[in-house]
């Protein structure tokens, strides 16, 4: 049995944006020499997601649009405190609630050392609160 | 536009280099917040429209052990970026802090001087701390000084009242001084300081609860009304956004939120800053008016 975990830096640029991350998981895939089994793919952040749908910009403008139409940032969200533990303030509930609803992981599986998905399929690193450094984390697991 | 009040505090290209840098960021300045590649630095202020940043180090060495950024680390980001203007941070209270300041500014090129009474220690009506301040004025840079609500850890809020600041304001008429935060939540007595004398400006980067947007819209037109801003103060406000407490591109999105002609939000963004950095006296017309009332 092979585990391994890559934990993936990129950048963002913007505000919010979609980042096509295949390439990059099917490399992990590649490296980790796991024959048979599954790919995880997690966002370790609470502001940012990660999806998979069809690679098209113009989907790529609806998520993030119709996003924005459910949590307007003008809405009045609890979250807008002062975060003790954070020695600054939380005004970002609109990314967090983006976040949730959008979710933060993928799984696919792995045959003859190969990641399966479907032929549209893109995943997606999501920006809801750019730019900033942000991390995912790849797990492979199998023979 | 131009950001007066950030702090270069999560920058990893400056944790990896020094030691201590992270531990003050998190024990003495206090953010949760990852460390940051530089680049994110100049991302966050495209992505608010923001053209140059003043970067503001605080030399609390005897009060809390360890600075917040020093000078060296904040000229060393200059040298990397003509976006950022450096701003020094002497000890008033320290033998030779004069010595320090004008070495700072002709040696290191930084174009102001950043003080924090809770942070550093001391009084600003201190005659101890003259020295500094007439260094100041004979270089001709702007004094930010904090005032406000600070969430620094063991920052009392006596230390931090802009009445404080009185006396040194009145000794040296030749000597600007930006008062952080707008004072907040003493937003009144930072008015009538800025309405009193014209070496006081006043920085837009308050924010305590909600959002930046709603706070602004409270401060700014309930608790003190905007034609305050648009009529008596246009000329000495410069916006500022207390980055990484607060992401610049919120600030800037508040203070536009806010019903100011477009004429003085240019003045708030660009020209009063432009002015106070480039200004070896307040301008002579408008002291000898407001000082003879």
Redesign the interface.
């Known amino acids: 049995m092979i585990i391994r975990l890559e934990r993936v830096k990129l ?1 963002t ?3 919010e944006e979609l980042i096509d991350i295949t390439a990059s998981v099917v490399e992990v895939v590649k490296k980790s020499g796991v024959r048979n089994g599954l790919v995880n793919v997690l966002n370790s952040h609470t502001s940012a997601g990660l999806l998979v749908t069809e690679g098209i910009p113009c989907l790529e403008e609806d998520i993030l649009t119709h996003f924005a139409r459910l949590f307007p ?2 809405e009045d ?1 609890h979250h ?3 975060l003790d ?5 939380g ?1 970002n509930a609109d990314a967090h609630l983006k976040s949730v609803i959008g979710g933060v992981s993928c799984c696919f599986p792995i045959e003859n050392g190969l990641l399966v998905k479907g032929s549209r399929q893109t995943i997606y690193f999501v920006e809801y ?5 942000r991390t995912y984390l790849v797990q492979v697991l199998g023979e | 536009m131009i950001d007066f009040h950030t702090h270069p505090v999560l920058i ?1 290209e400056l944790a990896r280099k020094y030691p201590d840098y992270e531990r003050s960021t998190r024990e003495v ?6 460390l ?2 530089l ?2 630095f100049f ?2 202020m ?2 608010a429209g923001i053209e140059r940043a003043v970067l503001l180090p605080v030399d609390c060495r005897r009060a809390r052990k360890l600075a917040v950024s020093s000078n060296e680390q904040v000229a060393e980001l200059c040298r990397r970026s003509t976006r950022f203007i450096g701003f020094a941070s002497v000890d008033p209270m320290r033998r030779g802090a004069e010595r320090e300041l004008r070495e700072a500014v002709n040696g290191l090129g930084l174009r102001g001087l950043k003080l924090d009474p809770a942070l550093q220690d001391f009084a600003p009506g201190d005659r101890k701390a003259y020295g500094v301040y007439e260094a100041a004025a004979e270089l001709g840079i702007p004094v930010l000084m904090h005032t406000g609500l600070s ?1 620094a850890p063991h920052t009392p809020l006596q230390r931090c009242h802009p009445l404080l600041v009185e006396e040194p304001v009145r000794r040296f008429p030749k000597l600007n001084f930006v008062l952080a935060h707008f004072g907040w939540p003493w937003v009144w007595d930072a008015v009538a300081m800025a309405l009193k004398y014209p070496n006081v400006f006043l920085d837009t980067s308050c ?8 706070f602004f819209q409270f401060v700014f037109s309930r608790q003190i009304p905007t034609t305050l801003i648009e009529r008596s103060l246009r000329n000495q406000i410069v916006f500022g956004s207390n980055y ?4 610049i ?2 600030m800037v999105h508040a203070l536009k939120s806010l019903n100011l002609t477009s004429g003085c939000l240019e003045k708030i963004f660009r020209t009063n800053a432009e002015r106070l950095l480039q200004a070896r006296v307040p301008e002579k017309k408008t002291r000898s008016r407001k000082q003879a009332s």
């Open positions: 950048q640029r913007k505000s940032e003008g969200y807008r405190r002062y533990y954070d020695g600054r303030l005004f609160d750019g730019p900033l450094e | 990893q300045f206090y953010i949760g917040n990852n940051q590649p680049e994110i991302l966050q495209d992505v969430w924010l305590y609860y909600d959002s930046p947007a709603e990484p407490r607060v992401e591109k919120n």
